[in-house]
């Protein structure tokens, strides 16, 4: 009865719900702007001036309906290419994602709450077993002239900044313009030399059609990366990154082909690392292996992945679909787990890991000095899909303020130093071989580690609310 109840006075709300057009048009639109200064649009102030739409119309009636139109102009741009999963699939999400801004805008009085509320809804996005980070507004000013805001504030911080000088430049333009004065300062301030170990890596961006490279030509795989990895071994690289899933075979076995990687190693006096699926106790895991040349021998170090793609990789609450019942046949089914590494200095992040501050902390607060992503978008036919993946991934060296190698399949790969300083990059749909010498900072961020302004706003926003509430009622007795 009660469900019901509640079933009834919903939809009472909504019959009575009668949208004005002008809002309807403007909150969509503030989204729409909002989202083309991601890839592969690129328009940067848009990151500004959508927020600025936003809070403007937003401000003279809070409203849930008002927020929750900004969210889906503002995710559908980004999150279209999830048609490729399942026609239903970009619905789901985008409705689903959209309603977090919708609560947020119900509590966006002032400049600050607007900042912190909007700032929670997207961190929720970000957490838990359905948390899909596309479309985080700090991202967008990974820029090495912006690596400070990063280091210190990571990239949700960044985005609360985004959003109070947006709306601060609306009520309060003076403080808008000391707030933007102090966090300009914080960009200019000079980063410390980067002190330690030097390397040079390189990558092999294969530009593997999985659908026929990897099923019917292995031997034509091997070679194109056996070639790549010798000409970096002949640049003077003395680590190569491939791909992941590169290789189909489950490297934890004994087999031909991981014994010729093993030579290889051992032949040019080079570091390999790889992704393969491995087979532990009948589970199916997602994996990156390091052959690393001692002597002449090899030492085989293996890393699975812990962060799987909700719906893609397993059923949340369901976990891995062995028979692919639910999802399509390679598209992912594979078993999380930890292992302990030894000591490496490096941390890895297979494909959508990159996109969490927090996978890679845990490895980096571990002394871990080198960030590894390898990634494979071949599945996918959009080039959006791609190259927001991999500016994602990029945020995290800014955060860390550690190197980072991203090896794409088809791309984009890169590498960056500790301090933003782009190496050598790679674009979409290309084959080849990058090489570049980064440091191996021991510098790491803390804030970061823990994505403390992440929870701050998520967590402290009663605390705003509150506050707010209390300032207001002492404003009306004054008066």
Not at 58 to 66: I, P
Not at 192 to 213: C, M, R, T, Y
Not at 257 to 273: D, G, K
Not at 442 to 467: C, D, M
Request: aromatic letters at 16%; proline letters at 5%; charged letters at 15%.
């Amino acid at each position: 009865m009660c469900f019901s109840k509640f079933i009834f006075n919903c939809y009472k709300k909504v019959n009575k719900f009668k949208p004005d057009p002008i809002l309807v048009i403007l909150a969509i639109l503030a989204g729409i702007i909002t989202a083309l200064a991601f890839p592969p649009y690129n328009f940067i102030p848009g990151v500004f001036i959508g927020p600025l739409i936003f809070y403007v119309m937003n401000r003279k009636k809070l409203s849930f309906y008002s927020g929750f139109l900004f969210g889906i102009g503002f995710l559908a741009p980004i999150e279209n290419w999830l048609f490729e999963f399942n026609f239903f699939a970009p619905f789901a999400v985008i409705f689903i994602f959209a309603i977090p801004y919708g609560v947020a805008a119900r509590f966006s009085r002032t400049p600050v709450l607007f900042a912190s509320a909007m700032t929670a809804a997207e961190f929720f996005r970000c957490i838990g077993s359905f948390a899909f980070p596309w479309g985080q507004l700090g991202s967008v000013l990974a820029f090495k002239s912006f690596a400070n805001l990063f280091y210190l504030f990571g990239v949700f911080g960044v985005t609360f900044i985004v959003l109070l000088t947006a709306s601060l430049s609306v009520e309060k333009f003076r403080l808008a313009l000391i707030f933007a004065g102090t966090v300009f300062l914080i960009i200019l301030y000079p980063q410390s030399e980067l002190h330690g170990q030097k390397i040079k890596v390189a990558v092999v961006q294969g530009n593997f059609a999985p659908e026929s490279d990897y099923e019917f030509e292995p031997q034509k795989v091997l070679s194109r990366l056996f070639l790549g990895t010798r000409e970096a071994a002949q640049k003077g690289a003395k680590l190569v990154v491939w791909t992941e899933t590169v290789i189909l075979e489950y490297l934890n076995l004994p087999s031909s082909v991981r014994r010729s990687i093993e030579r290889l190693a051992i032949e040019n006096n080079i570091t390999i690392i790889t992704g393969a699926p491995s087979l532990i106790e009948g589970d199916k895991r997602n994996s990156i292996y390091v052959f690393f040349p001692d002597s002449n021998a090899i030492k085989i170090f293996r890393y699975d992945k812990v962060h799987l793609v909700p719906f893609g990789e397993y059923i949340p609450g369901f976990g891995p679909d062995k028979n692919h019942l639910l999802l399509s046949e390679g598209v992912g089914d594979f078993t999380p787990a930890i292992l302990s590494l030894p000591k490496l200095s490096m941390a890895f992040m297979i494909c959508f890991e990159g996109a969490f501050s927090e996978v890679a902390s845990v490895q980096v607060n571990n002394r871990a000095k080198l960030l590894v992503n390898l990634s494979n978008d071949a599945w996918s036919k959009s080039s959006s899909e791609a190259v927001q993946h991999a500016a994602l991934t990029g945020v995290r060296a800014f955060e860390f303020r550690s190197a980072l190698i991203r090896a794409g399949n088809t791309g984009p790969s890169f590498i960056l130093d500790a301090d933003g300083t782009e190496k050598a990059r790679l674009d979409l749909c290309r084959e080849g071989v990058i090489t570049g010498e980064v440091t191996l900072s021991e510098k790491s961020s803390r804030f970061v580690s823990v994505n403390f302004f992440g929870w701050l706003n998520f967590l402290g926003l009663p605390f705003f609310l509150t506050a707010s509430s209390l300032l207001g009622e002492l404003k009306e007795r004054n008066e």
